[in-house]
């Protein structure tokens, strides 16, 4: 029982200041490489898409790898993040930070209008919830709701600009999802998400209140993704609805997520990174091969490597200490 | 008037919805497989009917038969190569529905470098083109003449499943994969057939839905599986009569939103999906045994 195991290997092996460090670590190093990586690399949009897109990653983790809940229409939140907060600067003026916070209230709200989607359970929830976004986003760009959500013509920020604000933002967001992760990793809130996970109703039997712990989680991993995309509306500048109703932001999330490993804190960060360099690298001249190589390791991970990198190296890890107790 | 028009229309058109979704049931069917390539191999199905009409001038109607040796072929090769490792693990359902997945992204992205970006169509006249008159209403030709070669295939489906041998050995694999290889079926085998039937059944859908949606295009395919997949949910999963019934009434729901409210009949899909799942998630015909 790997689960197991790993359940015991946080509570035992690691100590409490380990516990209270590597989080710290965790979020502290892609935030000086991001910090000490736009003096490097200049293109600093491309960089804030990425740190939107760890927080992205670390959503999905939250939610798909601690209670096993896949949400395919994860990208209803992000347009609902970059509508909420682009209308609340248009229609109110409100200072783009603060509008990146209503951005992640707004997504947390309808995240919490979607909770009878939990009815549903494995598939039929991850179709429900697409099906959910894809309804919000025919709503939002529909032409008989120009006059307030502008229908399918999108919203123009460009008055708002400000590249380097939002490049902080955005980083200070990624480091927010990855503290977030960490937390729901380490603490007795992700413990009992673990267990309603593996099993629902003995986590219900031994006194987890299992409705009330999977609601925070995904009003959690849903605020994510509503300043996620509030973020992206702000440093775009320019956007239509397609662009933040994209359904390929979920794909790209959860395969980031999954190539990484879900259910660790590096496994979503490493992944993102590692991806969405190769995509910047390819994908935005062949898009097509880009889309053949992510579906071919989607494959591949779901046949070969259902734990992503980190599962390849706790196989290894494990390996290495039968080994040695064989020797001893 | 318009009520007529929208609901006989709504029929004519749902028969094809009926087809497009039934597809997505059988590879369901024996191994809880949820293809959400479904959409893409309907698309496949669309660019076959494209290339045997333009290379060797073969009617579509011709073609809903040419392509389905061809796709039961496919759908077996790939049954046999990921249903043993799919199987082996902790929670098929859900794996299957991400492998799936990246298998569409694969099929979608493969179609745009082969067929390329932009959208094919047949020409109509590649199909009868008189107009179907109704209590004096006309129906475009392309409705009637897809459910006209579409109610055949299904009755045959039906046929098929209920009263020949391999049909029979289907069902039982169906209700109980050990108990039916107790019994000396060689349950790998006939799931693999069915499966390769669920992808036969899309591809003759994607065929018609060249004239249905008026076109065929790499990226069609996920709206089509959403599509598809509300219609199953709908009729109760696993449910082939029930699907095909789901499908007309689907058509129907559809062709009257486009007729009275047509800025929000996109919208008919998701909540027709969304109220299922909430309302009656055994959907209309299922036994309320379903964890959904």
Redesign the interface.
């Known amino acids: 029982m790997p689960k197991l195991d790993e359940i015991d290997r946080t509570l035992e092996t690691e100590s409490k200041g380990k516990r209270l460090i590597s989080p710290a670590v965790a979020a502290l190093v892609p935030v000086v490489v991001f910090a000490v990586g736009v003096h490097i690399y200049s293109n600093e949009l491309l960089l804030t898409y990425m740190a939107i897109y760890i927080a992205l990653a670390q959503g999905i983790n939250i939610i798909y790898g601690f209670t096993g809940y896949l949400p395919f229409g994860y990208f209803g939140f992000f347009g609902v993040g970059a509508y909420a907060s682009g209308l609340a600067m248009l229609d109110y003026n409100v200072p783009p930070v603060l509008a990146v916070v209503i951005g992640g209230v707004a997504a947390a709200l309808v995240g919490a209008l979607l909770l009878p989607l939990f009815r549903l359970r494995g598939a039929y929830f991850a179709i429900g919830t697409l099906a959910a976004s894809e309804a919000i986003y025919a709503i939002v760009s529909n032409p008989s709701l120009q006059s307030i959500t502008n229908g399918p013509y999108g919203l123009n920020l460009a008055a708002y600009y400000s590249s380097g604000t939002a490049y902080g933002t955005a980083i200070a967001l990624a480091a927010i999802a990855i503290l977030a992760a960490s937390y729901v990793r380490s603490s007795k809130f992700g413990l009992t998400l673990k267990a309603i996970r593996d099993d629902s109703y003995s986590a219900s039997m031994s006194g987890v209140n299992v409705p009330r712990q999977r609601f925070y989680a995904w009003l959690i991993a849903a605020a994510i993704a509503g300043m996620g995309g509030s973020i992206f509306g702000w440093s775009t500048s320019v956007f239509y609805p397609q662009a933040v109703f994209d359904s390929s932001l979920s794909v790209l999330a959860i395969v980031f997520a999954l190539f990484g490993g879900v259910g660790t804190v590096w496994g979503p960060t490493v992944g993102t990174v590692v991806l969405y360099a190769i995509y910047n690298a390819i994908g935005v001249s062949n898009p097509q091969y880009f889309q053949l190589i992510y579906g071919l390791v989607i494959v591949l991970l779901v046949l070969f490597a259902p734990r992503g990198l980190a599962g390849l190296r706790q196989i290894k890890s494990r390996r290495a200490t039968t080994v040695g107790a064989k020797n001893d | 008037m318009l009520f007529e028009y929208a609901i006989i229309g709504g029929i004519l058109l749902g028969i094809f919805y009926a087809l497009l979704a039934v597809g997505l049931n059988v590879v369901y069917g024996a191994q809880k497989i ?1 293809n959400l390539a479904h959409g893409d191999i309907i698309m496949l199905g669309g660019y076959g009917a494209w290339e045997l009409y333009y290379t060797y001038h073969i009617s579509p109607i011709l073609s809903t038969i040419i392509v389905i040796p061809i796709t039961v072929v496919l759908g077996y090769g790939l049954n046999r190569l ?1 249903a043993p ?2 199987l082996k ?1 902790a ?1 098929p ?3 299957s ?3 799936f ?10 179609a ?2 082969v067929f390329g970006n932009a959208a094919r169509a047949l020409p109509v006249n590649s199909i009868p083109t008189s107009r179907l008159v109704l209590f004096g209403q006309g129906y475009s030709a392309t409705w009637w003449v897809s459910a006209s070669v579409i109610l055949p295939l299904l009755g045959i489906f039906l046929v098929f499943l209920n009263r020949t041998s391999i049909g029979l050995q289907v069902r039982a694999v169906i209700s109980d994969a050990v108990e039916a290889a107790v019994a000396g079926i060689n349950a790998k085998r006939i799931s693999g057939i069915y499966f390769g039937i669920g992808f036969a059944l899309a591809a003759c859908a994607g065929v018609w839905g060249v004239f249905i949606y008026g076109g065929v295009s790499p990226t069609e395919g ?1 709206a089509i599986t ?1 599509t598809a ?2 219609i199953i ?1 709908f009729g109760s999963l696993g449910n082939t009569v029930g699907t095909i019934v789901a499908g007309v009434i689907f058509g129907i729901f559809y062709q009257l939103a486009q007729v009275y409210i047509p ?2 009949s ?2 008919v ?3 027709l ?2 109220a299922t ?2 309302v009656r ?1 055994q959907g209309l015909f299922g036994r309320r045994q379903r ?2």
């Open positions: 949820i990921i490792r799919l693990s929670d359902e859900m794996l529905l991400i492998l997945f990246g298998l569409s992204e694969v099929i979608e992205a493969l745009s470098l996920p959403v997949f509300a949910v800025s929000w996109n919208l899909p998701y909540v999906v969304i799942m909430l998630p964890i959904a």
